[in-house]
T-cell receptor
Framework: KNEVEQSPQNLTAQEGEFITINCSYS?????LHWLQQHPGGGIVSLFM???GKKKHGRLIATINIQEKHSSLHITASHPRDSAVYIC???????????????FGKGTHLIIQP | EAQVTQNPRYLITVTGKKLTVTCSQN?????MSWYRQDPGLGLRQIYY???????DKGDVPEGYKVSRKEKRNFPLILESPSPNQTSLYFC?????????????FGPGTRLTVL
C-alpha cells in the first residue's frame, strides 16, 4: 500500500519561531489534507488542497504536485499550536476497495514559551 | 452546532463481549467513515459508507461490522472483541468522498479490551 511520509517526527521550538512540517507521498493523489490533533485527542481539519497554496491565519499549506510534496508552515508560533499535525492523502488509485484517506504517522510539535 | 458525536468516549470491556460504538452527525453528510489510531501506525480506515445502506471495507475491517440505516448514524459493532482491538477510534463524516471534501471528526472513543 502507498505510504505517506512526514518529517520531522518530533519538533520542539521556541515561541515566535517559523515552523515547517513536511509531507511526501508516492503516486498520484486526488487531494491532500492537513489535520491537527489536540493533546486531548480531538482531530480538526486544517486544510484540504490539490494544488497551489492555502492560508488561514498563521497557517500556510503548500503542495507541489510534480515533487509529490506538501509543507505546512506556522508563522509566529505560539504554545497553543502544540499538537500533532497529520498529513493525509486520497490516492487516486488506492485499491483494495478503500475509499478513504491514507495517513502519515504525524509530527508532534511542542512550542515552548 | 455542526458536530460528529461518538458514544461512549471511554470503554473497558472483556474479550468476547459484544459492543457497539455509536456515531452520529447533524450535517446531513453522505459520507461517513470509521478509523482506528494506534501508536506508531497512525490512523487507518476500518469501514466507510457513501450513503444510506451503502457500506464498504477499508484497510482493516477484520473483526468489525457497520450499518447505515439512517443518514445521520453509522454505528461500529464489535461482535467478539479481542485485545488487539484495543485502540482509539474515530468516526468522521463529510459531504462526499474525501477526494474533494473536508472531513469532520468525532471526539474519539478509547476502547480497552481485556
Amino acid at each position: 500500500k502507498n505510504e505517506v511520509e512526514q518529517s520531522p517526527q518530533n519538533l520542539t521550538a521556541q515561541e515566535g519561531e517559523f515552523i515547517t512540517i513536511n509531507c511526501s507521498y508516492s503516486v498520484g493523489i486526488s487531494a491532500l489534507h492537513w489535520l491537527q490533533q489536540h493533546p486531548g485527542g480531538g482531530i480538526v481539519s486544517l486544510f484540504m488542497l490539490s494544488s497551489g497554496k492555502k492560508k488561514h491565519g498563521r497557517l500556510i499549506a503548500t503542495i507541489n504536485i510534480q515533487e509529490k510534496h506538501s509543507s505546512l508552515h506556522i508563522t509566529a508560533s505560539h504554545p497553543r499550536d502544540s499538537a500533532v499535525y497529520i498529513c493525509a492523502v486520497r490516492y487516486k488509485y488506492s485499491g483494495g476497495g478503500a475509499d478513504g484517506l491514507t495517513f502519515g504517522k504525524g509530527t508532534h510539535l511542542i512550542i515552548q514559551p | 452546532e455542526a458536530q460528529v458525536t461518538q458514544n461512549p468516549r471511554y470503554l473497558i470491556t472483556v474479550t468476547g463481549k459484544k459492543l457497539t460504538v455509536t456515531c452520529s452527525q447533524n450535517m446531513n453528510h453522505e459520507y461517513m467513515s470509521w478509523y482506528r489510531q494506534d501508536p506508531g501506525l497512525g490512523l487507518r480506515q476500518i469501514y466507510y459508507s457513501m450513503n444510506v445502506e451503502v457500506t464498504d471495507k477499508g484497510d482493516v475491517p477484520e473483526g468489525y461490522k457497520v450499518s447505515r440505516k439512517e443518514k445521520r448514524n453509522f454505528p461500529l459493532i464489535l461482535e467478539s472483541p479481542s485485545p488487539n482491538q484495543t485502540s482509539l477510534y474515530f468516526c468522521a463524516s463529510s459531504r462526499g468522498t474525501p477526494s474533494y471534501n473536508e472531513q469532520f471528526f468525532g471526539p474519539g472513543t478509547r476502547l480497552t479490551v481485556l
